[in-house]
């Protein structure tokens, strides 16, 4: 029986498997290869991200602030150990000219040129370089007064956490160091909306411990830190989830963080709200409360609330805008 010759097939046919199962492999190889190389540049990014992109952005927006303000200086304070608090100065707006080229040394002995000096103590979100506190600087500056801008502990370039006793700490130092720069000037504290207010408050009350009281504070749209019954609105749930609003309210504790209240019946210096009808957290009438109470703790002469209109669209931070607030600032200051 004669045995039968095969023939290998080597045709392509019977090649094409073969080379289909090598291509898979080859493609499953590079995918892998990119799938290794996006989660490299993936964490490269995360890396300049979280300890890069920070410092550029404090040598960028801090230390070269923007252009607008080119009379102020960029500093830092040291209110306790492993606290740094990122601070500007501008000085009034006539003296821009004297400023170009000036060192922190020629800010601090501008402090004692007699004119005022506004501390403004800004709110829980954001840094002293949103365009609404800008705003703010340049209506003090152009008044002819001197402007302080910290960020408080845990905001902007400042280190740290934010709570009640080291926002206290942080303006308490704030104060004394303008305080020990500034002769007899008028030092007028200016706390915006969202509680930063309530931290002014503390700071008085600390002070009058001392036996100091404040020349001046003037509260934007400040908080009530005591249980209040805001109008619950798309804007207030928004709002209430921003990063830093818990650390700043404790409404429905035992123990609030900022006692407003109670530090406002303890106050004695002349107080000055400030308040747009609009204002889409804080209603008026909150407002009208805290002005009732401080009021009669002292009287009505000494405790103003001023209104803004709410058609004009200012709502939580856009008084700055409003004309009439350079001559409400200026008599308020005359006042004291």
Known sequence: MKKRNVKRDDSP?????????????????TSWKKIILLSLGAAVMLGFSVYILPELIQQVVFMYRNFSLN?????????????SLGVWLTVPDDQWKEAQGKDLSWYEKSLGNGSPVFIY???NTKNRAAPHRIGVSKVLSALG???????????????????E???TTDALYVYDWVKARSGNSL???????SGQGLVSTNLAVKLLERGVVLDGVILEGAFNAAPTNLPVTIFYWFYWS???????????????????????????SPVLFLHSEDDPFVPIKVIEEMHEIAANAQSKDRVKLERFDGS?????????????????????????
């Open 165 to 167: 006793d080291g926002l």
């Open 121 to 123: 103590l800004h709110g």
């Open 13 to 29: 046919s019977v090649q094409k498997p073969a080379k289909l199962q090598q291509k898979k492999k080859e493609k499953t190889s």
């Open 187 to 193: 030092v007028v504290l200016w706390d915006t909306h």
């Open 312 to 336: 004009k669209g200012y709502l939580h931070n856009g008084l700055y805008r409003d004309a009439k607030l350079p001559g409400v600032l200026k008599d308020f200051v005359e006042s004291l």
């Open 242 to 268: 921003l990063p830093g609003v818990k650390y700043m309210f404790a409404a429905g504790t035992k123990n609030p963080v900022f006692p407003s209240v109670e530090n406002l019946k303890k106050m004695k």
């Open 71 to 83: 009379h102020t200086v960029n500093m830092y304070f040291t209110p306790e150990e492993g606290i």
């Open 145 to 163: 007064y001197h402007v302080l801008v910290p960020d408080y502990r845990g905001f902007g370039d400042s280190t740290g956490e934010p709570t």
